[in-house]
């Protein structure tokens, strides 16, 4: 790599560095006070109605943070993206069923039966307004902005293989899993990264994940 290569990949690499400490800037702190000893506060001590209003700020500060170092590159957000087609909905729904399936062969792997998340009746019970804006929320922020934003500058910078592993990567941090479900969780991250590297197209991805977290939600158990 030539000085001058290197030269325009820095100011890159220190604004990925930036969106990714502003972004998980809670968790670190979480963190910190985990391993200090410190007490941490959980968010069921907080009004739903508080969390939502909370949430949605952060969507919109990382998003402005996200196209401010875009134009200070004089690059647009739309870069990430191209714009929506009509086949979005049909890669969206086929991502939400392929990104189920790893957790559907967790169940019959360790409990020998599908679950009642993927088998049980269909219920509204768990959808108030409050969750309609949080699973849109749930989506948005990573399917929208910070995935397709990290893989464009870790395409950039280190090329395809790096770019699908840090789109996976991001997933399995914005959205927490445990080690039982570690494996599955890869594989359905994976999902995600390996379609926005096909297409590069944001919306098949925020569709996905969308209709990924409201099918658990539409068969929750009251």
């Known amino acids: 790599m030539t000085a001058e290569s290197e030269g325009a ?4 690499l220190r604004a990925l560095g930036l969106v990714l400490f502003v972004t998980f800037a ?16 959980s968010d069921g001590a907080f009004d739903a109605a508080l969390l939502t209003l909370v949430q949605l700020v952060r969507i ?19 870069e990430l993206w191209q714009r929506i087609q009509p086949s979005d909905l049909a890669w969206g729904l086929a991502l939400s069923a392929l990104a189920l399936l790893p957790f559907a062969a967790r169940d019959l792997l360790v409990y020998g039966a599908p679950g009642k998340w993927l088998t049980s009746e269909l219920t509204a019970r768990q959808l108030r307004t409050g969750t309609w804006i949080g699973t849109l929320g749930y989506a948005m922020l990573p399917e929208l902005v910070l995935r397709p934003y990290v893989m464009a500058e870790t395409l950039a910078l280190g090329g395809g293989l790096m770019s699908v592993g840090a789109g996976t990567a991001l997933g399995l941090a914005f959205y927490s899993t445990d080690r039982l479900n570690l494996v599955f969780s890869v594989t359905s991250e994976l999902m995600f990264a390996l379609t926005y590297a096909r297409t590069r197209r ?3 991805l925020f569709l996905g994940r969308w209709g990924f977290r409201l099918w658990v939600l539409l068969h929750a158990r009251s």
């Not at 809670?26 to 506060?41: I, K, N, S, T, Y």
């Open 26 to 41: 809670r968790q670190l702190a979480a963190f910190a006070d985990r391993w200090l000893g410190e007490p941490v506060a």
């Open 9 to 12: 990949l820095s100011p890159r």
């Open 60 to 78: 919109a500060s990382i998003a402005c943070l996200v196209a401010y170092v875009l134009a200070r590159q004089g690059r647009k957000p739309g």
């Open 202 to 204: 944001a919306m098949p």
